[in-house]
Nanobody, 121 residues
């Protein structure tokens, strides 16, 4: 059974940092492309970042490039998203996703439960 448990969200001031974690189980993590998706209230899901299961290669949405870093620890089956220089527009529920960038925003069954990130002064 797929399990993705996100943690690390919270309330931070603009310019602050958070590190999100996602502990995965129920599938072979090492070779699985993984993504982060976020969704603000009343808006559709937005792809944030993807790390491939192979090399690994990383990819970022233009809105977070240079501020966010995706990484993975295959030994502990954990996905991370380091978020620096946070902006109010980053406020959203952040989901760990068992998909690459092509399907991350549409295959809802591959999302975790989410962790809330709120950026406000």
């Amino acid at each position: 059974q797929l399990q993705l448990v996100e943690s690390g969200g919270g309330l931070v001031q603009p310019g602050g940092s958070l590190r999100l974690s996602c502990v995965a189980s129920g599938f072979t993590f090492t070779w699985q492309d993984m993504s982060w998706v976020r969704q603000a209230p009343g808006k559709g899901p937005e792809w944030v970042s993807t790390v491939n299961g192979g090399l690994p290669r990383t990819y970022y949405a233009d809105s977070v490039k240079g501020r966010f870093t995706i990484s993975r620890d295959n030994a502990n089956k954990t996905l991370y998203l380091q978020m620096n220089n946070l902006k109010p527009e980053d406020t959203a529920m952040y989901y760990c996703v068992k998909e690459g960038f092509r399907l991350a925003t549409v295959r809802r069954s591959s999302w975790g439960q989410g962790t809330q990130v709120t950026v406000s002064s």
